[in-house]
Nanobody, 115 residues
Framework: QVQLVESGGGLVQAGGSLRLSCAATGIIGSIYVMGWYRQAPGKQRELVATMTSGASTNYGDSVKGRFTISTDLNLQRARLQMNSLKPEDTAVYFC?????????WGQGTQVTVPS
C-alpha cells in the first residue's frame, strides 16, 4: 500500500529556514503529482506547492518566492525548502501524492514559527 512519510518539521524563529522531506513507498502505478499542503488550527487545508510528472510547479500565493519544491525524477521523493519563514507559516504540513488517479496523504509534520 502507498505510504508517504514526512520528516523535517520543527520549531524555527521568524526569518529562518526549514526543509521538509517526503518519501513515497509501496507505489504501484504512476505518480502524477507530488507536493505539500498545510493546515493551520481552525483553517482549511491549503496548497503549499506541488510538482507534476512533467515538472510543472504550482505554489500557494502566500509562499511564492520563499518556498521551493523539488523532487526526484520518479516523484517518489519530494523536498520543500522553506525560507524567510513567518509566524503565519505555522501549520501541520502534509505530503500529498496523486497516484493513478488516487489521492494519498502523509501523516503530517508540524512546523512552528513563533511570533
Amino acid at each position: 500500500q502507498v505510504q508517504l512519510v514526512e520528516s523535517g518539521g520543527g520549531l524555527v524563529q521568524a526569518g529562518g529556514s526549514l526543509r521538509l522531506s517526503c518519501a513515497a513507498t509501496g507505489i504501484i502505478g504512476s505518480i502524477y503529482v507530488m507536493g505539500w499542503y498545510r493546515q493551520a488550527p481552525g483553517k482549511q487545508r491549503e496548497l503549499v506547492a506541488t510538482m507534476t510528472s512533467g515538472a510543472s510547479t504550482n505554489y500557494g500565493d502566500s509562499v511564492k518566492g520563499r518556498f521551493t519544491i523539488s523532487t526526484d525524477l520518479n516523484l517518489q521523493r519530494a523536498r520543500l525548502q522553506m525560507n524567510s519563514l513567518k509566524p503565519e507559516d505555522t501549520a501541520v504540513y502534509f505530503c500529498y501524492a496523486l497516484v493513478s488517479g488516487n489521492n494519498f496523504w502523509g501523516q503530517g509534520t508540524q512546523v512552528t514559527v513563533p511570533s
